[in-house]
């Protein structure tokens, strides 16, 4: 079984071309969003990134060029006018997330009402904004959600994470009916446990880590750019006919 802490894989050198297209990246500052975001701008997209922290825009901006701004996606009018000021978007990448751990029986309502702030209604408002200016400017666009593999099985711990990534591979089903005949597709990415710096600090205990890893055919747990590949390709053009789907990033977890 491969060990949580070795290098990726090796793998091709996917090559995407957003060129001439502006992206919207929410959670961008950090992990999996800071991925994502520094792989569009790699592939020629304008891209605008959301996070609560400006030294994490900074440093991102400085790295990769992207234009920054700070909002707390927590509460509707922070997330509303984080997309207003993102400006036109062509492409929407609704990543901002966050994970409150608590047991079932002491699960707080502040906790659960947090979380599906930042994790569902967040993606509701942003995307409302973003696809209301495609509509107004006959715009065909694309729209991914990163929801998580805890949407489709329970984990201990996760009572309000694991209902908010249901809720929203919800959202992006309706969306995506209720969007696709503007031209706009929407889709979910479903990822397993993703070796970020958070995760690796969750998960780098052997005797955690094992019983998922047990679960994985491929046997290791999914870096950031696996995660940020599959978003790009939803983006894309090569997804041209892809629209209201979960798709899993979990080397095949939900298969086992």
Not at 120 to 139: C, K, W
Not at 168 to 179: C, K
Request: proline residues 6%; hydrophobic residues 45%; contains cysteine.
């Amino acid at each position: 079984m491969t060990d949580p802490h070795l290098p990726p894989v090796s793998r091709p050198n996917v090559q995407f071309d957003f060129s001439g297209q502006r992206a919207l990246v929410t959670g961008g500052g950090k992990g999996i969003g800071r991925e994502i975001a520094s792989l569009l701008a790699r592939s020629g997209a304008a891209v605008v990134a959301v996070s609560r922290s400006a030294e994490d825009l900074f440093s991102l901006s400085r790295e990769t060029g992207c234009e920054g701004v700070a909002a707390d996606l927590g509460t509707v009018d922070g997330a509303k006018r984080a997309a207003e000021a993102a400006g036109p978007i062509d492409l929407l990448v609704n990543n901002a997330g966050i994970a409150l751990l608590e047991p079932f029986l002491d699960a707080t309502p502040e906790a659960f009402d947090q979380t599906m702030n930042v994790n569902v209604r967040a993606a509701l408002i942003v995307s409302q904004v973003v696809a209301r200016g495609m509509i107004a400017r006959r715009t065909a666009g694309a729209i991914v959600n990163v929801s998580s593999q805890s949407s489709s099985v329970g984990l201990p711990l996760h009572a309000a994470y694991c209902a908010s990534k249901g809720a929203l591979d919800q959202l992006t089903r309706v969306m995506a009916i209720e969007l696709g005949p503007h031209g706009i597709r929407v889709n979910a990415v479903n990822p397993t446990v993703t070796l970020t710096p958070m995760g690796q600090m969750a998960w780098g205990d052997p005797a955690r880590s094992a019983p998922m890893l047990s679960r994985i055919p491929l046997g290791r747990f999914a870096q950031p750019l696996d995660v940020a590949q599959a978003v790009a390709y939803l983006l894309s053009d090569g997804a041209a006919m892809i629209n209201g789907v979960m798709l899993p990033v979990d080397g095949g977890f939900l298969t086992s």
